[in-house]
């Protein structure tokens, strides 16, 4: 059986509907934190069953119904999902030492914003990281992904790339 994922991340309260076509053909929605508010986590299970944790700036409410990490498998492949993780090499200290005792096959983490799907050899896992699917932050582009689980493989990945302040030229 495969599953198609959409992720994304640092949604910041703010829910694009440019992604609604992007997300409705997944069979499930991974959110890597800061959702901003539960309205927006509403609206993506309303597409889709969610998978979520909280971010550094989700209120008391989203961290009620959201974990800080989450670790559980897809079709064979172990997932841990949090929002502060880093990237292969430079990995936070708060995962650093969890994440080299057990790798996951796949690590996802949002909070910088810049989109990285990285292969980290040394640990043997698949890195990503959406970017940003908000408004709120220094990206000009919001992205989220979509793949394919199927087996213990990841594949078919598919970026949303949406301009947040399209260029108007004058004549």
Known sequence: ?????????DTH??????LTDFLSSCDEIWHAGDIGTLEVAGKLASLRPLK?????????????VYPAHQRFLCE??????????GYPGKYDVSVRK?????PPKLFI?????????????????????????GKSGIHRVQTALRFVIDRERIFDMEIIELRRNPVIRTP
């Open 98 to 102: 969890s994440l080299i005792e057990s």
């Open 52 to 64: 979520a944790v909280y971010g550094n700036i989700d209120s008391y409410e989203i961290r009620k």
């Open 13 to 18: 309260g703010f829910f694009d509907e440019r």
């Open 1 to 9: 059986m495969t599953t198609k994922i959409g992720c994304l991340s």
């Open 109 to 133: 983490c949002g909070h910088s914003h810049i989109l990285k799907v990285m292969n980290d050899q040394k640990l043997g896992l698949l890195h990503i990281n959406p970017g940003a699917a």
């Open 76 to 85: 064979g492949v172990d997932v841990w999902m949090t929002h502060i993780g």
